[in-house]
T-cell receptor, first 119, second 115 residues
């Protein structure tokens, strides 16, 4: 398996522009996570999907951020409009969650990340 | 709300010496605990986890961790450090809260192994 695939790997954009980050989870996985990593705040969970349904989006910073998972093999994280403070590395991770069978204890597999710079 | 604390931003150790990276957690239920490692410009990689059973968990690359419920700790250890172990280490916890298992990560500890 190719692992979790993220694109683009690097993105440089100007303030006010729309940014779309993409993620393809590992085939067969049913949970998907979006994280943001910065020096100041460490690794933050933005949103968590299970079976394509958002379970928790309390980490989404504000209305400028939105995430979708139209099917089991694709997810997007969109920032519109982007601001310099959104500059960070954004990670996508996937896992296979089995309710009742140590569900919650499954391993997450991370993608390589998208390094976003908003000028 | 659940939380994870990694009290050391950086740990320095000489190659061949034992290493410990500390982690404490706070949850309201039974925790699932994890250690991940991040090498420069890479995503996080799974090292080991505690789900249930034996408190001593062995993982990849010779690492192990001990779950201590009374001290709410899950310290990462290795008997003999290698220079190649130098990386950023994250402790994470998941516990049932509000009907779902939301993962929470610590801020990370930079491990530097000196030759």
């Amino acid at each position: 398996d190719a692992g979790v695939i993220q694109s683009p790997r690097h993105e440089v954009t100007e303030m006010g522009q729309e940014v779309t980050l993409r993620c393809k989870p590992i085939s067969g996985h049913n949970s998907l996570f979006w994280y943001r990593q910065t020096m100041m705040r460490g690794l933050e969970l933005l949103i968590y999907f299970n079976n394509n349904v958002p379970i928790d989006d309390s980490g989404m910073p504000e209305d400028r951020f939105s995430a979708k998972m139209p099917n089991a093999s694709f997810s997007t994280l969109k920032i519109q409009p982007s601001e310099p403070r959104d500059s960070a590395v954004y990670f996508c991770a996937s896992s296979f969650f089995i309710p009742g069978l140590a569900g919650g204890g499954e391993t997450q597999y991370f993608g390589p990340g998208t390094r976003l710079l908003v000028l | 709300a659940q939380s994870v604390a990694q009290p050391e931003d950086q740990v320095n150790v000489a190659e061949g010496n034992p290493l410990t990276v500390k982690c404490t957690y706070s949850v309201s239920g039974n925790p699932y605990l994890f250690w991940y490692v991040q090498y420069p410009n890479r995503g996080l990689q799974f090292l080991l986890k505690y789900i249930t059973g034996d408190n001593l968990v062995k993982g990849s690359y010779g690492f192990e961790a001990e779950f201590n419920k009374s001290q709410t700790s899950f310290h990462l250890k290795k008997p003999s450090a290698l220079v190649s172990d130098s990386a950023l280490y994250f402790c994470a916890v998941r516990a049932l809260s509000g009907g779902s298992y939301i993962p929470t990560f610590g801020r990370g500890t930079s491990l530097i192994v000196h030759p």
